[in-house]
């Protein structure tokens, strides 16, 4: 099974700090994504990375960057937290190919920018 | 711009019964949409995909459809049970192989 990991479950930070997000997978996916999930608003794409290095803003881009150095892992950064970065963030993967292939999930983090 | 929406009320039903689950989409027809199931406080899990030219499939008690004329799909679960309780999220592809969620609707399975 594909196992999708994010280092935290519950994070709390203060505005304009720097915040690291890491999800790591096990399954060798070239594909990566990082995705907010707010209520009402649905999961909404900020960047994904289809390979090593490679990387493609989303819908929602601002504020945030990422890092992808090595395939396994693919790093989420606000640059200067927010309190509107308040919310669930969640990362996935996918084998590289078409979209039909489906998108694998880690539990998410709870972040709370104070 | 492309679109999906899913009911936001939640779903009530008793157990047994088939839920029935619906999304709409805008513009034009996604090659393929993805059902996920998310429970509180998880990621969602990959359920089903559909493609554009399948009207139909079926995976155990689950159930898609696919219309594009009514630019709608219907996501059904026949002999509900108390466990089939979670928020179901319906994904359209998008270019590049990127997927646009709908916000989910809520199931709630009552014994």
């Known amino acids: 099974d594909v196992k999708v990991t994010q280092s935290s479950r519950y994070l709390v930070k203060r505005t304009g700090e720097k915040v690291f997000l890491e999800c790591v997978q096990d399954m060798d996916h070239e594909n990566m994504f990082w995705y907010r999930q707010d209520p009402g608003l649905g999961l909404r794409l900020i960047y994904f990375?289809?390979?090593?290095?490679?990387?493609e803003k989303g819908d929602i881009p601002e504020g945030y960057s990422v890092s992808r150095e090595k395939k396994e892992r693919f790093s989420l950064i606000l640059e200067s937290a927010s309190t509107n970065q308040t919310s669930m963030y969640l990362c996935?993967?996918?084998?590289?190919?078409?979209?039909?292939?489906?998108?694998?999930f880690g539990d998410g983090t709870r972040l709370s920018i104070l | 711009s492309q679109k999906i929406e899913q009911n936001s009320e939640a779903l009530n039903i008793q157990e047994g019964k088939t839920a029935t689950l619906t999304c709409n989409y805008t513009?034009?027809?996604?090659?393929?949409l993805q059902w996920y199931r998310q429970d509180p406080g998880r990621g969602p899990v990959f359920l089903l995909l559909i493609r554009e030219n399948e009207k139909e499939k079926r995976k155990e008690r689950l159930k898609v459809t696919f219309d594009t004329t009514l630019k709608q799909s219907l996501f059904h679960i026949t002999a509900s049970q108390p466990a089939d309780s979670a928020t179901y999220l319906c994904?359209?592809?998008?270019?590049?192989?990127?997927?646009?969620f709908g916000q989910g609707t809520e199931l709630s399975v009552k014994p």
């Open positions: 994904a359209r592809g998008n270019q590049g192989g990127k997927l646009i």
């Open positions: 996935a993967s996918r084998t590289t190919g078409t979209g039909l292939q489906p998108q694998h």
């Open positions: 513009n034009y027809s996604p090659a393929y």
């Open positions: 990375s289809y390979d090593v290095k490679m990387k």
